[in-house]
């Protein structure tokens, strides 16, 4: 049997992961939940304190307490509850490399003995690329990219975050993730653009089938559902071809020249091209950071208001913080 998992689907948030995600979904041999776990780093830490999770009582405790999660949350929209007990019986061991295949084995129907490649698309574990690869030595990772510009733009208009910062942050993330990746080598981790899979689905796709081993399905290149709620795409289910390049019409000059001045160097060596001429690297401030970090937060609750209510929200913010977020960088 050649390779069956785990796929782990990473990117910055905006970036088309819940696009691709749908796209190799659509490949009878592929699986992956229409949910994003994000805790397993967090798993990785905290397993130790609750002991040896073959003690079924030990694994009750763990269950209630990773319940909390956002996965489990949004899992509820699509599927009844998962038991302890239904989690237990399927754990080939109790690390939490066993922990988590099983859970995400369950969701996607992926038995152990069968060739489907099961996985995740979580764009937050583009920080945990040599954890994932320790827990997993024959992971395959794919790193989405899109243009800092236009997701600069999206993810404004999505939660009216900071544009500098989303550009220095999207910096960080995909200079470590490369570096990472070349480490890695090429049968283990790919990169694609975003461009070049709205441009030209087909190839993107073959080219992703080759990597992961399986043949190409023509049916991959079609979509049975929107995927997006949010931005030019909301409610398309189909790929939207030209949903990039929206900085040229929509982002006003100065903060362009300014986002170039800070990520013009990872634009270059992802392959885009420069809209104003090439300027010295600049790194945003660390104090300027922090407070665009904290105007972020209070927009992102208030952007989730509607939806959890204000003391809910809060509580559920909090909760993904310490779950998905403690103990990263």
Known sequence: MG??????????PRSGTKLLRELLNRHPRIAIPPAETEFLPYLVRCIERFGDLSDFSRFERFHKHIGGSSYFQYRQDYGPPLSARAWYAKCRDFTAAGIFEALVRIDVEAPVDSDIVWGDKSPSYIDDLTLISRLYPSAKFIHLIRDVRDYCLSINAAWSKNMLRASQRWVD???????????LGATTYTELRYEDLLRDPTNALLRLCDFLGVEFDASMTLLERPTENLGNAKGEARIVADNFGEYRKRMPRGVLIEIEAIAGETLLACGYELAAPVQPRRRMPEWRMRAAQLRDGWNLLQSKRDRFGWLANVKHSLRYFSITRAGRR
Do not use: I, S, Y
């Open 173 to 183: 993330d995909v200079e470590r993730a490369r570096d990472v990746g070349r480490t």
């Open 3 to 12: 390779f069956a998992g785990p796929l782990f689907l990473v990117g910055m």
